[in-house]
């Protein structure tokens, strides 16, 4: 157990709805990372935050878009779900923000769009 | 545009044998790069190099880098079918807005 929690485990929804995914870093941790992993792809950088101020930015969509809140909990909020957003989208978590070193993954919020 | 590969992207052993993984890089301002084992669903840490020719080792598994070719390698000795995972291969870069590259992963099959 990395310390690192993910919620929903997995979501089921339609084209053009919106979905939020939340996450808990581990106790201490600072830096909240949001990764998508489509099937047999590595993992694509999404977004980063640093205690609750966004610190760099990948190939996020701009339909995708993210927040860390006060007490450290972030959320992943994407709109006008296309199928090709069907994948399981990981949050990790770290203490700081430069000099990254180690993250730690939640399991993983599988998304399914139909 | 900052590029991490990994090769193979898949292989199959057998329990006993000896592997080897390569993670070659094209990085701006490389800082670090870390080997992570993927079995059902969260990557977990392996290694973080950050130096040149210094060898990191735990248990049966051990990594080096080489940042002059710009490449790492992960070797797993006398191979067990628990080390059946993905294996990720990611970067990070000294820059302004930090954030870790990863390879598509070698995906390692031991059978018995």
């Known amino acids: 157990d990395s310390g690192v929690t993910q919620t929903p485990k997995h979501l089921i929804t339609a084209t053009g709805q919106r979905v939020t995914l939340r996450c808990s870093p581990r106790?201490?941790?600072?830096?909240v990372y949001w990764y998508q992993q489509s099937l047999d792809q590595g993992l694509q950088f999404l977004i980063q935050y640093y205690n609750g101020e966004e610190r760099a930015k990948g190939n996020i969509l701009e339909r995708f878009s993210a927040q860390q809140f006060p007490d450290l909990h972030s959320e992943l909020n994407l709109s006008s779900l296309e199928l090709g957003d069907s994948a399981l989208y990981f949050c990790a978590s770290s203490f700081r923000t430069g000099a990254t070193g180690e993250l730690f993954f939640g399991e993983g919020s599988r998304l399914t769009v139909l | 545009e900052d590029k991490v590969v990994q090769s193979p992207l898949s292989l199959v052993v057998h329990e006993g044998d000896t592997v080897t993984l390569n993670c070659s890089y094209e990085v701006t301002n490389f800082r670090s790069l870390l080997w992570y084992k993927q079995e059902k669903k969260a990557p977990t840490f392996l290694f973080m190099l950050?130096?040149?020719?210094i060898e990191k080792k735990s248990g049966r598994l051990s990594s080096i880098l080489d940042k002059k070719e710009l490449f790492s390698i992960l070797n797993i000795t006398a191979t067990q079918t628990g080390d059946s995972a993905v294996y990720l291969c990611a970067v990070e870069a000294r820059k302004n807005n930090n954030d870790m590259r990863f390879g598509a992963g070698t995906r390692l099959t031991v059978k018995p």
């Open positions: 950050t130096s040149s020719g």
């Open positions: 106790s201490g941790d600072l830096s």
